[in-house]
């Protein structure tokens, strides 16, 4: 009766532990990027420029009322985000955002508050980078600009008692724009757990307002 040699009876045995480390090996990019993939969810807060322009002043005689200068002032914003991630480099996603109030003189003897609120739909692509994901996105935004202007009138000392306000010119300004937005940014994954800095502009009530935010995500694995 003839005997295998020992090495020859491990040679299936190696070949088959070889075979399935070569298959994890393989599937393991495909499960990391299957874990990216999904709807998520997240909040965040920063700071935007709220602009606008479009302010107008008291009559000048028979004329119509005066434009008075632009807004231009940084604010504390935030914004909400929902989202899906369809593949391992696209998306689309959802932003509820708040670009905050600011207020500033605008003229002489004049001031004015202005804020921004919105919506806005985009495409999301991600670049193949480990670790990181550096993404850039674009889309459509509609957003609601609301301000209040007043303007100190001359000869206010002549004001008859009991009408305080008759040396005061007050004017209230809003416009809802659709316009095309954009942002850039990148994100680190940490389990169902995301954190994200984007930087996002828009057109809105004539100037190109701005937000830059840190969010947290959360990843429905």
Do not use: W
Request: glycine letters at 12%; charged letters at 10%; a positive charge.
């Amino acid at each position: 009766m003839r005997t295998r040699p020992p090495h020859a009876a491990r040679r299936p045995a190696t070949l088959a532990a070889v075979l399935l480390l070569g298959g994890a090996l393989r599937c393991q990019p495909a499960a990391a990027a299957s874990n990216l993939l999904g709807l998520y969810v997240g909040a965040g807060a920063g700071r935007a420029e709220v602009r606008a322009t479009g302010f107008r002043g008291p009559p000048s005689a028979a004329f119509a009322p005066q434009p008075l200068g632009a807004i231009g002032r940084n604010a504390l914003a935030y914004q909400l985000t929902a989202g899906v991630r369809f593949l391992e480099v696209f998306g689309a996603e959802a932003d509820y955002v708040d670009l905050g109030h600011a207020s500033a003189p605008i003229g002489p003897q004049a001031s004015a508050s202005v804020g921004t609120t919105g919506t806005a739909v985009f495409g999301v692509l991600y670049l193949p980078i480990p670790v990181v994901n550096v993404f850039a996105k674009a889309g459509l935004a509609r957003l609601d600009t609301q301000g209040h202007a007043t303007v100190a009138l001359p000869g206010a000392g002549t004001c008859a008692i009991g009408i305080p306000n008759c040396g005061v010119y007050s004017s209230a300004y809003r416009q809802r724009t659709t316009s095309l937005a954009a942002g850039i940014g990148a994100q680190v994954n940490l389990g169902p757990l995301a954190v994200r800095a984007e930087v996002e502009r828009f057109t809105a009530a004539g100037e190109h307002p701005s937000l830059a935010v840190i969010e947290l995500l959360f990843r429905f694995l």
